[in-house]
């Protein structure tokens, strides 16, 4: 299976500030996914990050707040700009595990970002 | 407007009794569905999956039914271990969108 390591694991962020998160994966993938978990909500979809072009956003998130990096194969940011404490949330990347052919989708460990 | 359901959000069950988790979807054009386990402060881990022209799947201890006509799923964990608490979510696909359940939290008491 692919392995993602995600950083920050967690932050404490002043509101009105910007947190860039990074997704590093051991092996190349063509679709990256950012996905956020609202506290007793479940994983919402934010964006999928395609190498060489623009992502491709969920009905609800835009660029401006939650712009999206994917300089290459293996490695992908999501910022979360302008921050206000509604965006207290944990943040996951995720791939896709080609090899087993499964829908079995590789998370990262997740940022849990607290804006107060 | 929320597709897939898991109304129980948390349940306990004793060490090496049956532990059932549900399901509930809404849309039948969902062809594939997944259950993630997840523990605190990590990322969800893939646990077992099912196609939707299937009714059931086994993976040692843990087995994935599928009745489509009730469009409701469910993990049987047989037997449960204290290392099977956690939060477990589980995902219908559709085309590549995936859908999430809120999560039921599980606990098995030794």
């Known amino acids: 299976s692919a392995v993602i390591s995600q950083k920050p694991s967690r932050d404490i962020c002043q509101r009105g500030t910007s947190l860039t998160i990074q997704c590093q994966v051991d092996s190349q993938v063509t679709m990256m996914f950012w996905y956020r978990q609202q506290p007793g909500q479940s994983l919402t979809l934010i964006a999928t990050?395609?190498?060489?072009?623009?992502?491709?956003?969920e009905s609800g998130f835009v660029i401006d707040k939650f712009p999206i990096s994917r300089p290459n194969l293996t490695f992908s940011t999501l910022t979360v700009s302008n921050m206000s404490p509604e965006d207290s949330s944990i943040y996951l990347c995720s791939v896709e595990d080609t090899g087993r052919g499964d829908y079995g989708y590789t998370f990262g460990s997740g940022t849990r970002l607290t804006v107060v | 407007d929320q597709q897939v359901k898991q109304n129980s959000p948390s349940l306990s069950v004793q060490e090496g009794r049956i532990s059932i988790l549900n399901c509930d979807y809404t849309n039948s054009m969902f062809d594939y569905f997944l259950w993630y386990k997840k523990y605190p402060a990590e990322g969800p881990t893939f646990l077992i999956s099912i196609s939707s022209i299937k009714d059931k799947n086994e993976d040692g201890r843990f087995t994935v039914f599928l009745n489509k006509s009730a469009k409701h799923l469910s993990l049987h964990i047989v037997p449960s271990q204290p290392g099977d608490s956690a939060v477990y979510f589980c995902a219908a696909v559709f085309g590549n969108q995936f859908y999430f359940g809120t999560g039921t939290s599980l606990t098995v008491i030794p």
């Open positions: 990050a395609n190498q060489g072009s623009e992502a491709t956003y």
